[in-house]
């Protein structure tokens, strides 16, 4: 029936034909279906996408489509009133099948050879030797490469189901080539069931040099997650390094700080949709800076209202922050509620790279590590190469000095804050694209910003960048051996160790103290 499909002239759907495949007993409709696809139209497409989807209702003796509120005429695609006497078409999982199988069929002729390509490899998650017809049928009309490629592993995973012992090794070493998820779960369905020494064994060789390939999925996916999670940190420690790390405030405030900046992102994405929902996938272009400016503008109220007072006197800048902290908690929690609400990634940050069949980099994760590395190239330019960074380090390395020679340093203690709040609001944007937005926010990542500081070396941007990296990547391949928990405990006595045995972390302290 399914050969059938690749070479049979085309005729209209009739009314009868859709009343048939619709209404009946299983067997009549899946014979209703079998002639139906002999010889497809697009009409007859539509109507089992629509048997698929469940959006199929018979009244008045037809079969209809169900599009919003109106019923459709399959075989001439008139809308009308829904009918009232209209019932829903109920499909079991046998008659699913034999409609998938149908559609899988249809799209390998189809002209889009992407289109050619989904339906192949559609085909061999399910292959079975009934399906061999039609994959050699289609086999032979092929002319890409790639969809040539996806007929011939879905052949063979049809072989490995064949009687013949010897199509069954040579489906294993045709499966072999493929190294991916789905070929080594069929590889292993039929060894557990395989009676053959002989097809065991040269399953059993295929089964590893799957294994071999896909290994490098796994540790390349565990690298990437490890950068990712350090690209994170880094931004969420590089507003720490330098309100804490050059101007010696400890700041439990950064974390809220990342909150403020997270629900500037939630607040310009819903004005985009509400007011601009046409340039909505543009909206981080806006929210970034908004979150960056917001964030600045409250560290520096912070730091000209509070902190000013308190230089030189650590222990009091952490319980006024912490203070500060909570009263940025509750002012967000009533403004927009206790629950968390949702920031939406734009389209264009959606999906991922699929760059090995095991292994898919998210876009927005891939996003995120080149806007810290762009941060981090800011933040760097900004302290090395300008007025503000010679400001900032003269005050750091001799207040006194500094201020002998003209420098305001009261006001470069503002702006140094104020840009160090900006950068933990730009954390904040990113942070909301991966994760949820709540008052609770910062509380999750104010640890880890610290250890990140103070494993650097406080004051150094380098150290910083060394110790982020460094401790995602260890965490994510500690995980995959002990688990969330345990790797974090680790990581934390760890730093501990470290940190007797090297008390200004990974580089020499520079600081106002």
């Known amino acids: 029936m399914l050969a059938g499909l690749l070479s049979a002239p085309a005729q209209a759907l009739t009314a009868e034909q859709a009343q048939a495949m619709a209404a009946g007993g299983s067997d009549s409709r899946i014979a209703a279906l079998q002639a139906a696809v002999l010889a497809p139209d697009a009409r007859t497409a539509d109507f089992l996408r629509a048997l698929a989807d469940d959006t199929v209702v018979l009244a008045q003796g037809r079969a209809w489509m169900v599009q919003g509120k109106q019923a459709v005429d399959p075989v001439t695609g008139q809308a009308v009133l829904m009918p009232a006497d209209a019932e829903a078409v109920v499909s079991n999982n046998r008659i699913r099948s034999e409609i998938d199988t149908a559609l899988a069929a249809l799209d390998l002729r189809h002209a889009e050879a992407a289109k050619r390509l989904a339906a192949a490899q559609a085909l061999q998650q399910d292959a079975t030797p009934e399906r061999l017809p039609l994959l ?3 086999l032979a009309q092929e002319s890409d490469a790639a969809v040539q490629a996806a007929l011939q592993q879905a052949r063979a995973a049809a072989l490995l189901g064949s009687s013949d012992a010897g199509q069954r090794m040579a489906a294993a070493a045709q499966l072999a080539r493929a190294a991916t998820p789905a070929t080594r779960r069929l590889l292993s369905e039929r060894l ?8 065991g064994k040269a399953l059993t060789r295929a089964l590893a040099e799957v294994d071999d390939r896909l290994a490098w999925g796994e540790r390349l996916g565990v690298v990437f997650s490890g950068i990712s999670l350090g690209s994170i940190l880094l931004l969420v420690a590089l507003g720490l390094a330098i309100t804490y790390g050059l101007m ?5 405030a950064h974390g809220e700080l990342m909150m403020v900046g997270a629900y500037v992102t939630y607040v310009v994405q819903s004005l985009f949709r509400s007011y601009l929902p046409g340039g909505f996938d543009g909206y981080l272009l806006v929210a970034a800076p908004m979150a960056f400016l917001t964030a600045a503008l409250v560290g520096a109220v912070m730091e000209r209202g509070v902190l000013r007072f308190l230089y030189g006197r650590p222990l009091e800048t952490l319980l006024a922050t912490w203070g500060i902290s909570l009263v940025l908690m509750q002012l ?3 403004l927009f509620g206790a629950q968390n609400v949702g920031v ?3 389209a264009w940050m959606s999906g991922g790279w699929q760059l090995l069949p095991n292994l898919m980099l998210p876009l927005n994760r891939v996003v995120i590590v080149l806007f810290a590395l762009a941060v981090l190239a800011g933040v760097a330019w900004l302290i090395a190469r300008t007025r503000l960074g010679l400001f900032v380090r003269g005050v750091t390395q001799n207040r006194a000095m500094a201020a002998c020679t003209g420098v305001n340093t009261a006001r470069v203690d503002t702006l140094a804050f104020a840009l160090g709040s900006g950068i933990a609001g730009l954390a904040g944007c990113a942070l909301s694209q991966v994760g949820n937005v709540g008052p609770d926010l910062g509380k999750s990542y104010i640890v880890d910003a610290f250890m990140v500081v103070v494993l650097g070396g406080v004051g150094q941007l380098a150290g910083t960048v060394y110790a982020a ?10 995980e995959g051996w002990t688990g969330a928990v ?13 940190i007797q045995k090297r008390p200004q972390g990974l580089f020499a302290l520079k600081g106002r103290a």
Do not use: T
């Open 486 to 498: 345990l790797a974090k405990i680790a990581v934390l006595v760890l730093i501990i160790v470290f």
């Open 248 to 252: 010696g405030v400890i700041n439990m």
């Open 344 to 346: 939406e990634n734009p």
């Open 192 to 199: 557990a069931e395989e009676g053959d020494d002989k097809v």
């Open 136 to 138: 050699e049928q289609a």
């Open 469 to 478: 990296l460094g401790l995602g990547v260890l965490n994510k391949f500690l």
């Open 332 to 334: 967000v929690r009533s």
